[in-house]
C-alpha cells in the first residue's frame, strides 16, 4: 500500500493552446474520474476474458472472472492500469476508436501485416506511404493489416504456467484521518553497537587475517559474554598462523581457537606446516 496524493495540472485547460486542441471540452470529465476509469476497466476486463477464451488460457480465464467482481461500486475508487507491465492496449491503442487505430496501424506499419497474395508476413514498405512490400512475391501491396492487435501480452508465470497480468492498481480516496492511522510508526532508532561489535562487524565486512587479528587483540575479560555469542564465517587454515602469533590473554584465545576450528576443517592435502598449526589450533581447546 503507498499514500499520496493525485493533482490536476490545468496549463492545458487554461492556456491559449486549450481551444485548439479543445481539451477544454474535456475538462468535465475529470469530475467523474473514478466512474470513467472502472468503466474503462470493466471494458478493458471482459475484452481480455474472450481473447484469452480464444487462446483457450483458462488460468488467465480465471483470474479476470475474478477480478472483474473487485471493480469498486463506489466512486471512491477506481482500478486503472498502469506502466510497462500493463502492455500496448492499455497505455496507447484501447483509448482510440477502431477507424483511428486502422489509420494509427497503416501509418507506421503497427502489428502483423499479410501478403494478400501469398498470405506470408509482409513489411512496412518504406518507400511508399501506405504500401507494405511481400518479400516472397518481391511485390508491394496496399497494406493488409492482420485483424487481431496487439496479438501479444505481458503476463506473470507461477510454475511455469501463465497466472496474472501485470499493472494493475487501486486508487481510493481516504480521509486525512485514515491516512494518519495508516501511516506507519517510525521505528525506534537501533542501539549503538559495543565497541567489540564495532570491531567485529568491521572483520565480518571485509574479512582477512591481519583484521580478524586487529579484532582478536582488542578484546577485554568484560567481553567474555558477547565474545561467545558471535559466529565466525568465511576464515580457513591461512588465518591460524597470525592468530597464534598474536598477543591476546589466554581466556580470549581459547574462546576464538573453538570459534575458529567450528569452521576450519582438517584436511588431508594439507601441508606439515598447516597440519602443524592445526594441531596447534586444537590443543588450545
Not at 28 to 46: D, G, K, V
Not at 61 to 81: G, M, W
Not at 112 to 140: M, N, V, Y
Amino acid at each position: 500500500v503507498s499514500f499520496g496524493k493525485m493533482k490536476l495540472d490545468e496549463f492545458l485547460f487554461d492556456s491559449p493552446l486549450a481551444r485548439t486542441l479543445k481539451f477544454y471540452e474535456k475538462k468535465a470529465l475529470f469530475a467523474s474520474l473514478p466512474e470513467e476509469c472502472n468503466e474503462f476497466a470493466r471494458n478493458f476486463i471482459e475484452e481480455e476474458i474472450d481473447f484469452f477464451k480464444s487462446c483457450g488460457m483458462e488460468e488467465m480465464v480465471k483470474f479476470y472472472t475474478v477480478f472483474l467482481k473487485e471493480i469498486p461500486e463506489s466512486n471512491t475508487a477506481f482500478l486503472i492500469h498502469l506502466g510497462w507491465g500493463s502492455g500496448w492496449k492499455s497505455m496507447t491503442g484501447n483509448y482510440l476508436t477502431e477507424n483511428a487505430l486502422k489509420k494509427l496501424r497503416e501509418r507506421f506499419g503497427l502489428g502483423k501485416l499479410i501478403c494478400p497474395q501469398c498470405g506470408k508476413d509482409a513489411k512496412k514498405d518504406t518507400r511508399q506511404e501506405g504500401k507494405e512490400f511481400c518479400f516472397g512475391c518481391k511485390k508491394s501491396f496496399p497494406i493488409k493489416l492482420f485483424p487481431e492487435f496487439p496479438k501479444t501480452r505481458k503476463i506473470a508465470f507461477q510454475n511455469g504456467k501463465p497466472a496474472f497480468p501485470l499493472g494493475w492498481i487501486r486508487v481510493e480516496r481516504v480521509s486525512q484521518a485514515e491516512l494518519s492511522a495508516s501511516v506507519p510508526k517510525p521505528s525506534p532508532p537501533k542501539p549503538r553497537l559495543s565497541e567489540l561489535m564495532q570491531n567485529f562487524e568491521a572483520f565480518r565486512l571485509r574479512p582477512d587475517p591481519q583484521k580478524f587479528v586487529v579484532f582478536a587483540q582488542g578484546i577485554t575479560p568484560g567481553d567474555m559474554d558477547e565474545l561467545k555469542a558471535i559466529s565466525v564465517q568465511g576464515v580457513s587454515i591461512g588465518y591460524v598462523g597470525p592468530f597464534l602469533a598474536c598477543d591476546i590473554p589466554d581466556e580470549i584465545r581459547k574462546v576464538l581457537a573453538g570459534k575458529l576450528l567450528e569452521v576450519i576443517k582438517k584436511n588431508k592435502k594439507w601441508s606439515a606446516d598447516k597440519l602443524e598449526k592445526y594441531e596447534k589450533l586444537r590443543c588450545m581447546v
